[in-house]
């Protein structure tokens, strides 16, 4: 046996025998009953997508101390490439602490949005396997050209058969760059388990308005919801490229500090829609202080309810 392997059938060995603990009851909901994920995202930096500066224990621990309800799965953690056996201990180690998983995205192209992540729409059965596997009902993907359209369809189809779904993000670089480009594509997949990923810090990139209007639009086709903070600043200190607008610098600044995305009204807006699925704590915190973020992420978005 590997050094990997043995490490990970210990780790499955000690989360079946770890003696419960006191926060493992099911967390209560945010408000507005909404559902509340976190993203393993927030364990990675901005710009290093491939590498995780927290455990899975340790996010696992801290969603469940925080009262999330659910865990966003991505490639930092585990994914398409990972050896059997850290599946398994994955899914032990979640079923331990009763957090399922709200989404999976199961490789590194895909978030990284790069040339190759459509790849996946091509041979997407090992990517329906892995969401067997963790016990995930949605899967991100990426389309980038009209070709990818109807991979897109025949990667939906072949999920339906699983009873599975995807989803694609409001993202830069993709055909989900604007609204209206948006809804023309999801109408030309026609499949009932393809929707989007809900993301304003992506539309406001993109120059593209995010707010009730966006959400009542985009209503039909919502399977899961993304949340980061920034301010729009033409000194920041990153930059996305985009195809609508070109580059468009910003700064990346917590969830609950004020001068970036203006959130309360699209939770509101969301419970107007009467919006059912995951509200997903997306932003990368690496270099914002993860357990923090965790937790005050969480405090900000659940002061909504305690206000009404």
Same mark, same amino acid.
């Given at each position: 046996?590997?050094r990997?392997?043995?490490r990970s059938?210990?780790i499955a060995?000690r ?8 926060? /493992? &009851?099911p ?5 507005h009953?909404?559902? /509340? ?8 930096k ?7 500066n927290l455990? /899975?224990?340790q996010l ?6 925080y009262g999330?309800n659910?865990?966003?799965m991505?490639a ?10 850290e ?5 032990? /180690?979640?079923d331990?602490?009763?957090l399922p *998983? ?5 490789d590194?192209?895909?978030p990284?949005?790069s040339?190759?992540?459509p790849?996946?729409?091509r041979n *997407?059965?090992?990517y329906?396997d ?14 980038k050209? $009209?070709?990818d359209i109807?991979w897109?369809r025949?990667?939906?189809?072949? &999920?339906?058969?699983r ?5 694609h993000q ?13 809804l023309?594509v999801?109408?030309?997949?026609d499949?009932?388990?393809?929707g989007?990923i809900?993301e304003?810090?992506n539309?406001e990139?993109? &120059?593209q308005?995010?707010g009730?209007q966006? *959400?009542?639009?985009?209503a ?7 949340? +980061?903070?920034?301010?729009?600043n033409?000194?920041?200190? $990153?930059?996305l490229?985009? =195809? ?7 700064? +990346?600044?917590?969830l =609950?500090e ?8 699209l939770i509101?807006g969301l419970?107007a829609?009467n ?13 914002l202080g993860?357990d ?8 900000y978005l659940k ?6």
């Open positions: 046996m590997s990997t392997s043995s059938a210990r060995k989360y079946v025998h770890e003696r419960r603990r006191t926060f /493992l &009851a967390p209560p909901t945010t408000g009953n909404m559902k /509340l994920s976190l993203s393993v995202r927030v364990a990675e901005f710009r290093a997508k491939r590498e995780a455990t /899975l224990e696992v621990t801290l969603a469940t101390r999330y659910a865990l966003c991505r930092s953690q585990i994914g398409t490439h990972s050896p059997p056996e599946i398994t201990a994955a899914r032990t /180690l979640l331990h602490y009763r *998983i709200s989404m999976l995205t199961g590194f192209p895909i990284e949005n040339a190759q992540g790849d996946a729409l *997407i059965t090992p329906l892995l969401a067997e596997q963790l016990g995930a009902p949605l899967l991100r993907v990426c389309l050209s $009209d070709e109807p897109a025949r990667a939906s189809d072949e &999920a339906a058969e009873n599975l779904r995807l989803a409001c993202h830069t670089r993709s055909l989900f760059e604007e609204i209206d480009r948006s023309e999801l109408k030309s997949i499949r009932s388990n393809f989007l809900y304003p810090a539309l990139l993109c &120059a308005p995010y009730l966006t *959400i009542r639009r985009f039909p086709y919502l399977f899961n919801v993304y949340l +980061q903070n920034q301010v729009l033409p000194d920041g200190p $990153d930059t490229d985009t =195809w609508c607008r070109g580059p468009v610098p910003f700064r +990346q600044i917590p =609950w004020d001068g970036g995305i203006d959130f309360r009204p509101d419970a829609i919006y059912q699925g995951h509200i997903t704590i997306h932003q990368a915190s690496a270099e993860i923090a973020a965790i937790r005050e992420s969480a405090r002061s909504f309810s305690a206000s009404n």
